[in-house]
Structure formats: structure tokens, C-alpha cells
């Protein structure tokens, strides 16, 4: 529950004029687009094809529309595809049914702070509206409560809004992809789609400017246009970052081995939900709470994710069993019997630690949550980016989101940085004399500011499971503005 004057605050941020120039923001581009008066660059895109529906793949959707104003579709990789006679150019294919894709309460939380609202701001069409629902359905974070052995606490205030006017606020994953769809025509995303793609390959019958995409025996696949540019939003195993970083438009071996080439495993298992139910009195509202193992095997976070809602998380390291690693499950588990499995085992975990207080209220928000609900999978992270640019180049092809720059979670900027380059990719297109400059000038801008990002955060999740300090450079992170 948000206290009154953080509620004032926000809404102080909500009415205040945006930082951006009116010329750069969507309502201005609108009214451009209706005078004829869209870049080389936006004309050239007409007909993008995003290859992902999670939130970089939307709001990249999202910002092409209301800041380049290029109409894309949007595909979710999967092995069927739906046909369409959608009068949008601009497609997103992604690989989960539609059902799937409809479901507000799919994954867990979302961490949002300043630099990822000002994009949201940014790529929106109603402005401040949509940022004003996440907040609304979120909860707004005042700080971190870390639960010592004994039973002390150490309460760290959170200083984002007196620091920047904004807040951070956890909201449920699935509630903040529905906001961005609802910012789409229905037509443009394309479920149960783009999982079989293995590259793309010249189209045939037209002037070089448009490209196929392709399975593993190079097939063209049915039911895709071809297009002038394909934006790999495709997760942290990404089909898109192995052809970038390889410089290659196919690949020729099993997609998914191709894919987790450049994934760097971090040792743990994630497991995650959001639970009706909130934390309880005792605890510190509108406060995150940590608790870690005192041998780092085990980290425990709570958090509040919304009006009578919390997000749980949990991390448990490999274990060594004569010399090798050993990973808490094998397999991430899928169906609901497999779920259920899940739980039963990380409720025994917690079971076996030390007795506490809070692992036991976390332990009874477990047993509250529904198995399918749970969300699991590996602490992955792409291996550094170095030198390499996120867009291919022969420039069919540019990364956003993890597919760019997937990062360990320790400052939960996922989320922010795939409406960072959401934003700063429309940008560069709006205002590009081509769409190779276009492309270009996204890589220059986002680059050095991920590889940063990538460096913090693995150097936090390492140290924070050791119980070792390390620099905070969260006003860094906040500080963003797009360019």
C-alpha cells in the first residue's frame, strides 16, 4: 500500500511537462506522419518483422508506430503459424499460443525505475496515461529490508523518487506485456509463430531490399512476408545474436545449441511468482526483503507487487557433488505436473534451513501460490558483447532487449533496458536519413552503456551472494534520457 505523500509525489511526476522536446515526442512525430513528412529510414522499415512478443518485442512495436511511425507485425516464434490478412506492416511473431499471450498473469514481476518510465513515456501514444497504470497496478518500492541472522534487519531506504521525482515499482510481467499490447492493433502480433526460424535469405523477385526467413534446412517458411529488416527480440537464448555475433544469415547446426553458444551460465536457479496475498504487518511496507544463506547457496527476496500482492523469488546455487556441479533441478520443468514437482522441491529446500521467521512467511506464500504459477529458469546472461555491434552487418538484422545484452538480475533492469533500446531504436529510425545509418547510430548509442550495465550487474550478483559490498550505481542507471 502506497503511503500519501509518495502518492502525491507520483502524481507530481505524472503532471509535470515531459523533459523531451515536443518535437521529439510521439504526438509531434503523429502529426509529421499525417503531413508526409516520415525519414528515409521510417520508410525504408515499412514492414518489419520483430521476432519475439515478450516486452522488448512490443515495445519496440510500440515505438516504431507512435515514434518513427512505421506500421510493423510482430511474430512469436513457435513450429505452427496462423495466416493473416492484416493491413498492418509491421508483424511480431511469438512462440506461445494466443491464450498464453492473453494471460495477464504469465512470469512474475517486473522491476521498473525512472530510465524505464521515461521510455515508457516516451514510445506511448496516450503519454502519461500508460505510465500512470503501472503504477497504479504496481507496487511502488520504498526501499530494501535485509533480514539478518538473529533476527535483525538493516532497513536501506530507497531514494529514487526524491533523487529523480520518479519511483521504482514491481509489477506483474504479464500485466505490464498486456499494457503494451493494448498500445498495438490486435492484428500486428502473430501467435504460435517464429520458433522454427534458422536465418533468412534474399527474397526472391524484388530489388535485394527485403529478405526471407528461413528454417534449419533453409527452407523458406510459410505464411512470412518478407521484410526489410528482422528485430531479434527473441530472449536470452537468442537465433538472431548467434547470426549477428557470427556474421553468418543461417545457421546451419541445431538452432537452440547455436543459440546458447554465447550463454553464460551463472550456477543458479531462479524460481518466481506473484501471490495474492501480502506480506504481512510485521513487515516493513512497501519495503523488499532479502535473506541470504549464510554459505550464499540459498537468496530469499519478497517484495510487493501491487494493492494485496507479492512477488517471491528465489535463487539456490548448483551444488558440487565429488568435484562436480550439480544443479538444484534437472531440466526447467514445464506442464503442471512438473510445476507441482517444482514446488514440492524448493519447499523442502527451504524447509531444511536454518528456522526463521522470514523463510517461513516466504515458505507459506509458496504453499499459497498455484504451481503453474511458478516461474522457473537458469541465471543465464550473454557472454560480454565486447566490440560486437547489435545489428548485423549486412543491416537485415538488430537486437533488442535480452537478445541484445541479457544481464544477470541483480538491479532488474531487464525490463528498463528493453524500452531503453525500444525507444532509442524508433528514435534513430524517425530521424535517419537511411535505415543503415539508422541501424548504425542504435549501436553507437546503446553499446558502451550495455556493456556497462552487463559489468555492474554481474559484479553485484557475484558479490551479493558472498556478502561483499559493492558500488551502487543506480543514479547511473536513472539518469537516462533519450538522446
Known sequence: MRLPP????????????????????????????????KSNAATQAEGTVIVGGGIAGLAVATALRNVAGVECMVHFPHSSHESTSSVSNVKVLEASTKAEFKNKDAGAAAQLGPNGLRALKFISSDDDGVVQKVLDMGGILEGNVMMMPGGQTMAIPDTTQVDTGMPQVLVRWGRLRSILADQLPEDIVITDAGEDIAGYQLSDGDDNSHVSMIDASGHPIADLSSTPLIIGADGVRSTFRALVRNDVTHLTTDSNDASGEDVKYGGRINIKAVVNKSLGEEYKSGHTHAAFAPDGSVAVFAGPAGHDATYWAISVADSVNEGDSVTFIDGLPTGVEGKMALKEKLLAKLNSLDSDPYITTVIDLINETSAEKIFCQKSEEAKELGAHPLHSADGRVVLAGDAAHAMSASYGQAANFALEDAATLAACIRDGDDLDGALKDYSKKRLDRCIEMQARSAERAAKAMKGEQVEDVSKWIFQWEIA
Do not use: D, E, G, Q
Open 6 to 37: 509518495l502518492r502525491l509525489a507520483t502524481a507530481a511526476f505524472i503532471s509535470r511537462k515531459s523533459a523531451v522536446p515536443h518535437s521529439s515526442r510521439s504526438l509531434f512525430s503523429t502529426t509529421a506522419f499525417a503531413l508526409n513528412m
